[in-house]
């Protein structure tokens, strides 16, 4: 059903002009499908450091997740558990289309866990509800302890939940931008950090620019993960 639906979507994309290297993009960044992706497109995004958002993961749930959270702001209040309700059923519908992928699942989890536990006026530890999420997925399927993604995913979060604070209160910045971009430089030196050893172990390689390409690419395909999610909604509007 999911790749049905996936299908769908990428038939959208070509009826809107998207077509060519453009869709095999597109469809790679926003819906996790990378067999339209040519041999040199994914060399290209491995030697940049930049092949993570070419697997639909955390970030894109934790993207998605903020962009609907903010759009419902008029729900604040009275109706928060409204707003908090649409947007688990959303991302829960992304995971669901995307082919519920370990790093995915565990994003949605995460913020599944959090929300509940701010529903019900609880402290919520990041750390906690890492570790929870992580042993719903084994416990569901215990050979997932196995799976790339699975590893390199919970092991960036780990580390940014335990070193980004530190990292980024080393130098504190009173410009906007430059902030923004110190903010996006200590979350990759974090998650690098966390998965060097699995990186080095699975793939054989150590991107070096890594910090340069992650500042300019994550914003661009997190405008583009909230276009292609609102592609499909707003599609009878030519």
Not at 182 to 206: D, K
Request: proline residues 4%; glycine residues 6%; positive net charge.
């Amino acid at each position: 059903s999911a790749l049905i639906i996936r299908e769908k979507i990428i038939g959208m994309y070509e009826e809107r002009g998207i077509t060519g290297e453009r869709l095999a993009l597109v469809a790679a960044i926003t819906l996790g499908q990378k067999n339209l992706l040519d041999p040199d497109q994914k060399q290209n995004f491995i030697r940049a450091g930049v092949m993570h958002i070419m697997a639909v993961s955390g970030l894109h749930a934790v993207i998605l997740s903020l962009f609907v959270f903010n759009l419902l702001f008029f729900l604040r209040g009275r109706f928060n558990i409204l707003r908090i309700f649409i947007t688990i059923l959303i991302l829960w519908s992304f995971a669901f289309v995307t082919g519920l992928t370990p790093s995915v699942l565990r994003a949605t989890l995460m913020f599944t866990f959090i929300q509940a536990g701010n529903m019900m006026q609880r402290r919520v530890n990041g750390i906690n509800s890492v570790l929870a999420s992580a042993f719903v997925l084994i416990l569901i399927r215990p050979s997932v302890i196995f799976d790339a993604g699975f590893l390199l995913s919970y092991s960036a979060v780990i580390y940014i939940i335990s070193f980004y604070q530190d990292l980024y209160l080393k130098l504190p910045l009173k410009n906007w931008l430059t902030d923004k971009i110190w903010q996006s430089a200590v979350v990759t030196i974090v998650a690098q950090a966390g998965t060097l050893p699995l990186t080095i172990m699975l793939f054989n390689r150590f991107p070096t620019y890594f910090i340069l390409t992650n500042i300019i690419i994550v914003p661009l395909s997190s405008l583009m993960i909230v276009i292609g999610c609102l592609l499909p909604v707003l599609y009878p509007i030519q």
